[in-house]
């Protein structure tokens, strides 16, 4: 039997019955077009969740500072001056340094020095010391006010900033009266509100004070934490240069906390969303296949006289095997085409109300009529050759 001969009765045999070989296929359709979507929506996802990423977490870098060791006059490692030179690196957009202690991260705060009995006239919040340039660091806003500038830093001024919210907190809604606030028995005159911040978020509910009066009032002095935020693809490079310009000689002592490699972290997404659902793929191809098997097997048993006529003619087993054979491949392989058709529509559409961008590899459009045509071949293998085994006799006989 000629090539051409054999398809020609495989595809006959395949649309003889067209209904049960449509629902045959549908096995293999979902299967393969779950295996695209994973595959795509994982990359698309991956692609767009590194961008969110990259907008946020890939341009933060912070650079902890230890503290000094105990001696009579105790040098810290970093000044506050220093921030002005990694603001001169390449690629940073802003910076800060922050000062706190074990000592000033319970303190007993209140709105007013009136003391009456049996009401709560305080609240317990952290108190540090900030650059002048942390309402851009932390990406926060003043939502009342305005933040200290240098040269309340310059004059030692006694004035607070508050988080939101601990001004909720304390009652405080307006900065317009100078409210004040009370820390061990001292009296700082609030003159903003830092509301909004992305990073170090426990400074909603903190005292910020500047640096020059922490110091002189509360023994706050020494820079612990420098926030930093880049431009996009600058952070690895200012995450080895801040430690040499906030402590020149002694940048090993610092300790660096940069994001890591975007590159990782699509990986990382891809790797988790393919996992996921690769298994409901391969599930459905599983149902597929056995399926296309179950449906070839009841196709042998009821073309049982045709084998045997076949076989009193002059058919070879491996020709009625073949052509069993083909039908399963040809019936894997349509599904293997509409599954990648329909998954890639799918994937398409939901990139698109999700405003993404798409990532197709071409290499799906090519692979899924593959992998179908695969799969078809492995489920026609037992139906195929159990008709190749039957004698031309007994199935004539049947």
């Known amino acids: 039997m000629d090539v051409r001969d054999l398809w020609t009765e495989a595809l006959a045999g395949v649309l003889a019955r067209p209904l049960r070989s449509a629902l045959t296929t549908l096995g293999t359709v979902l299967g393969i077009t779950t295996l695209v979507i994973t595959i795509g929506v994982s990359s698309t996802a991956g692609n767009q969740i590194v961008g969110r990423f990259d907008a946020l977490g890939a341009t933060s870098v912070t650079v902890v500072v230890p503290p000094p060791p105990p001696s009579a006059d105790p040098v810290p490692l970093v000044d506050w001056s220093g921030v002005r030179a990694v603001a001169r690196l390449a690629g940073v957009e802003s910076v800060a340094a922050i000062a706190d202690s074990q000592e000033t991260a319970?303190?007993?705060?209140?709105?007013?020095?009136?003391?009456?009995?049996?009401?709560?006239?305080?609240?317990?919040?952290?108190?540090?010391?900030?650059?002048?340039?942390?309402?851009?660091?932390?990406?926060?806003?003043?939502?009342?006010?305005?933040?200290?500038?240098?040269?309340?830093?310059?004059?030692?001024?006694?004035?607070a900033v508050v988080g939101?919210?601990?001004?909720?907190?304390?009652?405080?809604?307006?900065?317009?009266?100078?409210?004040?606030?009370?820390l061990k028995g001292q009296a700082y005159t609030v003159i903003g509100v830092l509301g909004g911040a992305e990073r170090e978020q426990r400074l909603a509910t903190a005292v910020i004070l500047p640096p020059t009066t922490a110091a002189d009032r509360l023994g706050l002095g020494t820079v612990t934490r420098v926030l930093i935020n880049t431009a996009l693809g600058a952070a690895d490079q200012v995450a080895h240069q801040a430690p040499i310009a906030l402590a020149p000689g002694a940048d090993d002592a610092l300790a660096v906390m940069a994001p890591p490699d975007p590159a990782d972290a699509r990986k990382g997404v891809q790797g988790d969303v393919n996992g996921l659902f690769l298994v409901l793929g391969l599930v459905s191809l599983v149902v597929g296949a056995i399926?296309?098997?179950?449906?070839?097997?009841?196709?042998?048993?009821?073309?049982?006289?045709?084998?045997?006529?076949?076989?009193?003619?002059?058919?070879?087993?491996?020709?009625?095997?073949?052509?069993?054979?083909?039908?399963?491949?040809?019936?894997?392989?349509?599904?293997?085409?509409?599954?990648?058709?329909l998954g890639l529509v799918v994937v398409v559409a939901v990139s698109a109300v999700r405003d993404w961008t798409p990532v197709l590899d071409v290499r799906l459009a090519f692979g899924a009529p593959v992998a179908g045509a695969l799969v078809g071949l492995l489920a026609g293998l037992y139906p195929s050759l159990r008709a190749a085994r039957m004698e031309p006799v007994d199935a004539l006989r049947s």
């Open 164 to 182: 939101d919210q601990a001004a909720r907190l304390l009652g405080i809604g307006s900065v317009e009266d100078s409210p004040a606030v009370f």
């Open 106 to 159: 319970s303190v007993q705060v209140r709105a007013n020095d009136v003391v009456a009995p049996g009401e709560v006239t305080g609240q317990t919040m952290a108190v540090v010391a900030a650059s002048p340039t942390l309402p851009a660091a932390v990406r926060g806003r003043m939502t009342a006010g305005r933040f200290f500038d240098d040269g309340d830093v310059s004059r030692h001024e006694r004035v």
């Open 291 to 341: 399926g296309i098997a179950n449906v070839t097997l009841v196709t042998v048993i009821e073309r049982i006289g045709e084998i045997g006529l076949r076989r009193a003619l002059g058919a070879s087993r491996r020709q009625v095997a073949g052509q069993f054979l083909l039908e399963s491949t040809t019936i894997g392989l349509l599904g293997g085409v509409v599954g990648a058709a």
